[in-house]
Structure formats: structure tokens, C-alpha cells
């Protein structure tokens, strides 16, 4: 028989174990296995990419009415096939943790104190700061009057949450807007 050095050594571990078994009186007769039901048989399956980093491992996310019950690597995809870290391993817990966070927080310039408000508010919020610091800061034609209309005053930094679409959209818009500083997480 023709056997490899790994080969050779999981068959002389396995010879030896069972030795070492048998002689502390252990059965080693066959046992009969039981295959426990898939907890994920009866859920729908979706693909989707770990928001953590710019490795972008896929995943597969099973739901049942409409929970996440599982999230494991995606086999199939080119870039982890099937791997994930200890981070990606952990991703089932941020669709369940009752510490995740599912409202707006808001902590006002020199206060301590966080507090609640919408989604509507946040994104005017936003939308009136960004554009107070582009009026006053906007430079239509540089030092030998050349057009360059930018502001060097708001930087943008996209998340590895963002898909390909979704980072396209966003460099757009800030473009649009005049931002020379547009970054990626996923080039850090
Ligand atoms: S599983 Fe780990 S390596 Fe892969 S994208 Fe997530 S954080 Fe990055």
C-alpha cells in the first residue's frame, strides 16, 4: 500500500490511539451516528459581504420569519471560499445582540450626554453642517486662476460596509460636491 507521510502519521496516531483506548478498557466496537437536522434547513438563504474590513469575505445568512438564526462563510465566493475570522465568525451576534444599537444617537458639541433623536434629523442635521462648511469654505479658481471648485475643509471616509454600488454612488456625490479628500477604509 502506498501511503503519504501524512497519510502515514494519522494511520500510526489512529493505531496507537486505539491501542492506548483498549487497554484502559474503552469500547471501541462501532457505534451507531446520529445526524442531527440542520438548524438552518428550513431557513431562506442570502449571500452578502462582511461589513468589517476591506477583504470583503462573502457570506451566507440564514433567517426563519424574518430573524437571523445563522451566518456562516460562503463557499462559493472567490475571495474567503468559506473562511471567515474571528471577526466574521462573530457577525451572527450583530443581528442579535440586545446591545446593538437601532436608533440614532446624538451628542451635542461639549456635552456628555447622548440622546435620542430620528433619522430625519440626523440626515437634515447633516445635510445643513455639510453644506455651511462647503459655502464658506469653497474655492472656485486656485492661486494662477485656474477652475478647480473644491473644498479642502470636509473629508469622506466610505465604510467596507458598502457595496460596489453604493461606493460608487457615494464618491459621486462627493465629487459632485467638491471634496478632494475621499477615502475608502478598505485602502487603509
Ligand atoms: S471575515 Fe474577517 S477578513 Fe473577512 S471581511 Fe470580515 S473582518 Fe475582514
Known sequence: MKLSRRGFLVAAGATAGGGVLSKLGLDLG??????????????????????????GC???????NRNVINVEGDPSHPINKGALCCKGQSLYQVATSPRRLTKVM?????????EEVSWEWAINRIADRAKATRDATFTK?????????????I?????????NEECYLYGKLMRALGLVYVEHQARI
Open 141 to 153: 479658481k486656485d492661486d494662477q486662476g485656474r477652475v478647480v471648485n473644491r473644498t479642502h475643509a
Open 106 to 114: 446624538y451628542r451635542a458639541p461639549r456635552s456628555t450626554a447622548w
Open 155 to 163: 473629508g469622506a471616509l466610505g465604510g467596507a460596509a458598502l457595496d
Open 30 to 55: 462501532p457505534s451507531i451516528a446520529h445526524a442531527e437536522a440542520l438548524k438552518t434547513r428550513y431557513a431562506r438563504e442570502s449571500t452578502t459581504i462582511c461589513p468589517y474590513c476591506g477583504v
Open 58 to 64: 462573502g457570506l451566507i445568512v440564514s433567517t426563519m
